[in-house]
């Protein structure tokens, strides 16, 4: 399935969000505390900010893929149970009904939920990675090493 222009868009829009809003040298400074071998803050940095963003836009796709599939299964019951002009029809009105609850919330000042992860979180999630560092690395370095033998072929 192509990415149409509302997934890219959405893509967009969280990589120049998380362009303007993450803190980068943060990570990256606690990775090179954490673990003496890094060699170059840049790439790490690099490395981090194009990894994230790439897992981002993986995560979108995956779900705009799962969201269609439930659609067209849901879609191919409901036919089959109500027949394709009683299905249509209630299709039809579920989707009439979230967007009145939708434009309803916005009437009445509504506002998205935010949510955040703690300081403490981080803390806790950064202290169960360390552990991982040196796993990490030997992976790149066997991937890597793979990579060469596979090239000479």
Do not use: C
């Amino acid at each position: 399935m192509p990415l149409d222009a509302e997934i890219r868009g959405q893509i967009s829009k969280t990589i120049n969000d998380i362009f303007e809003t993450q803190n980068f040298l943060d990570t990256v400074n606690w990775i090179l505390e954490s673990d003496a071998q890094v060699r170059s803050k840049e790439d790490l940095a690099l490395g981090y900010f194009l990894g994230g963003l790439s897992t981002i836009a993986h995560n979108y796709v995956l779900v705009r893929l799962q969201d269609s599939k439930i659609e067209k299964i849901t879609k191919r019951q409901m036919e089959k149970e109500l027949g394709k002009e009683k299905a249509k029809e209630v299709r039809q009105r579920i989707k009439e009904d979230e967007e009145k609850a939708r434009e309803e919330i916005r009437s009445k000042g509504g506002r998205p939920v935010r949510i955040e992860v703690t300081g403490k979180e981080t803390e806790e999630i950064r202290s169960m990675l360390i552990p991982m560092f040196s796993s990490f690395r030997d992976k790149i370095r066997k991937e890597e090493a793979l990579r060469k033998v596979r090239k000479r072929r």
